[in-house]
Nanobody, 119 residues
Framework: QVQLQESGPGLVKPSQTLSLTCTVS??????????WSWIRQPPGKGLEWMGA???????YYSPSLKSRTSISRDTSRNQFTLQLSSVTPEDTAVYYC???????????WGLGTQVTVSS
């Protein structure tokens, strides 16, 4: 069974870059035809898909976040990483990584990690 675990700082200052890593076990991030996504949930709001990296390394981003988001991967460590630049308090959320058979659904999720943007 695939397992995903998010890691990174829980507190980021405004205007800085948020960086999170998702470590995947019991499954390779290069396995066809899976997509590896970052999803967040601000307090009191619904889930928001941020972007994904595919099995071949292609990247896909939410139009609303595209200018600030970068997703990359390290296949030797079986990890993929989210970077979100110029953060504001509105980026405070629980951030999840997930795997899916396409960009629109996910079958395995990490437990999520709380990130707070505050000075």
């Amino acid at each position: 069974q695939v397992q995903l675990q998010e890691s990174g700082p829980g507190l980021v200052k405004p205007s800085q870059t948020l960086s999170l890593t998702c470590t995947v076990s019991s499954g390779s991030i290069t396995t066809t035809y899976y997509y590896w996504s970052w999803i967040r949930q601000p307090p009191g709001k619904g889930l928001e898909w941020m972007g994904a990296i595919g099995y071949s390394g292609g990247t896909y981003y939410s139009p609303s976040l595209k200018s600030r988001t970068s997703i990359s991967r390290d296949t030797s460590r079986n990890q993929f990483t989210l970077q979100l630049s110029s953060v504001t308090p509105e980026d405070t959320a629980v951030y999840y990584c997930a795997r899916g058979p396409n960009l629109y659904e996910n079958d395995y999720w990490g437990l999520g990690t709380q990130v707070t943007v505050s000075s």
